[in-house]
């Protein structure tokens, strides 16, 4: 029996950017304006005194042509991290994003939208960046579709599975600690080598975008939470 084509349906480019949220190429008003009441509820979740907010940045695949069914509005709230004057900076901005993703379901035009505070010193990879209170673009993309080795995506996602599956079942801290570095690192030395369109990015993208990414992090934390009731008992 062949093989399920996991590529299909996950990964896609178009001709246009998403119509939904651009006119063209200029950002539709309503979005942007819900994109910043959104990012400014954010700020004053984050009850950090004295905020520094350097700009508000829209990445990812709804801001170039590669975007699908699963792609939602990846809302980047700069700053410097330095500013925070903390040693945990990263992780304390990495929990409160995932808090506050996790008790908020907020959608617009059908996408969810995903909230993160980038560090002005560590911008990650995208071939479009606009700029939100700016309201123009910083980085605008080309329409320049890629070619993509399906197999070679095909066969990463499978590894990946096999691999999540087998660490879950396992229930080992550890290994899924391990498992979720590993997989962190090799999606950006992907993005570092070969961009967007590399086979390590793409396999993630789907990998998240049929749950698997999930299903990790909450056998670990529920891992953690039956090694803290043994410990209580």
């Not at 994109?35 to 700009?55: C, G, H, M, Q, S």
């Not at 691999?163 to 879950?168: D, S, T």
């Not at 962190?184 to 080598?193: C, P, S």
Request: charged share 30%; aromatic share 10%; net charge negative.
């Amino acid at each position: 029996m062949r093989a399920k084509d996991l590529v299909k349906g996950n990964i896609a480019y178009h001709k246009e950017l998403n119509p939904h949220v651009w006119d063209d190429t200029d950002l539709r008003v309503d979005v942007r304006y819900k994109l910043l009441e959104i990012a400014k509820r954010f700020i004053e979740y984050l009850e950090v005194p004295n905020f520094k907010l350097k700009d508000v940045i829209l990445r990812g695949s709804l801001v170039n042509y590669n975007y699908t069914q699963y792609s939602d509005f990846d809302l980047h709230l700069v700053t410097n991290y330095d500013d925070l004057d903390c040693d945990i900076t990263e992780q304390f901005y990495m929990a409160k994003k995932r808090i506050w993703n996790d008790e908020h379901d907020i959608t617009i035009k059908g996408y969810e939208v995903e909230l993160y505070v980038e560090d002005i010193n560590e911008p990650p990879v995208s071939a479009g960046t606009y700029s939100l209170l700016k309201g123009e673009w910083l980085k605008q993309p080309s329409y320049d579709p890629p070619s993509i080795d399906n197999s070679a995506v095909n066969h990463k996602v499978r590894d990946l599975i096999t691999q999540i599956n087998r660490a879950i079942k396992s229930g080992d801290v550890a290994d899924l600690d391990r498992l979720k570095d590993k997989i962190k690192a090799m999606r950006q030395a992907g993005l570092d080598a070969h961009g967007e369109f590399s086979t390590e990015n793409l396999a993630f993208k789907i990998i998240r975008n049929k749950g698997y990414m999930d299903k990790l992090y909450k056998a670990k934390n529920a891992k953690f939470d039956q090694i803290g009731r043994a410990h209580v008992w």
